[in-house]
């Protein structure tokens, strides 16, 4: 699998923190057009999760259900649905957009659409300062 080439740049409120960039829509989309071409009627994407139009939310409180299995579809399951489950495991374990894809791609060729994919950045923007600010306020916490 190719790499992604992840820039470290300073935190954009100038506090001097190096965070590491989302990469642009152009490089995810090189991101995606890697890996084996593989896409069936329904790939397991995720333990317990198939791919194949559902809300992370939903998509977590099903798959907490004892049992439960989740197949996200859309008319072809490569880019509608592909993008919500790339969002959910963006939100519910945590993971950048390149490790979400690359998680997805272990499985299933997939290929968001460029407008769906600046959301996805924009999410993964939104998360990681998120979770600069949860650790500064820990750190500061136990300083």
Sequence with gaps: MAAVNVLLSKDP???GIGTVETPS???LEQLLNTGRPSCN???EVWPNLFLGDLAAEFIHKALTTPGAKILVH???GISRSSSLVLAYLMIFHHLSLVEAIQTVKEHRWIHPNRGFLK???NLDIQLRGHEA???ETHNDQQN
């Design 13 to 15: 409120e100038g506090s």
């Design 25 to 27: 829509v152009k490089e």
């Design 41 to 43: 009627h329904a790939d």
């Design 74 to 76: 859309c008319a072809v």
């Design 119 to 121: 959301q996805l950045r």
């Design 133 to 135: 600010k949860k650790k």
